[in-house]
Nanobody, 128 residues
Framework: QVQLVESGGGSVQAGGSLRLSCAAS??????????MGWFRQAPGKEREEVAA???????TYADSVTGRFTISKDNAENTLYLQMNNLKPEDTAMYYC????????????????????WGQGTQVTVSS
């Protein structure tokens, strides 16, 4: 049974930084072979894709976070990270880790229909 467990959320002031982590377990293959990413959802808003990274190290970011957020993976530790700098109040949301259902998915094919696993979420709150 694949499990994704997020951590690292919290409350910060605008301009601050947080690093989210997502520990993956239960994969048939190394978690590094799967495309993984972060989504967020604020109250009353639709879920938004934030960033994703595939097994080849290719990444993609939402325009709203480009230049401020960095996604990375530690394949040896089966852990996904999201470094968030220069946080803004509009970044306030529940952040969810997600992983592709199949291994070797390229980030250019990353979309909700290809996701097989979700974490429970970690709350990020940014005050002005």
């Amino acid at each position: 049974q694949v499990q994704l467990v997020e951590s690292g959320g919290g409350s910060v002031q605008a301009g601050g930084s947080l690093r989210l982590s997502c520990a993956a377990s239960g994969y048939r293959y190394s978690a590094g072979t799967y495309c993984m990413g972060w989504f967020r959802q604020a109250p009353g808003k639709e879920r938004e894709e934030v960033a994703a990274i595939d097994s080849y190290g290719s990444t993609t970011y939402a325009d709203s976070v480009t230049g401020r957020f960095t996604i990375s993976k530690d394949n040896a530790e089966n852990t996904l990270y999201l470094q968030m700098n220069n946080l803004k109040p509009e970044d306030t949301a529940m952040y969810y880790c997600a992983a592709s259902r199949d291994p070797w998915l390229r980030v250019r094919s990353w979309e909700a229909s290809r996701i097989g696993y979700w974490g429970q979420g970690t709350q990020v709150t940014v005050s002005s």
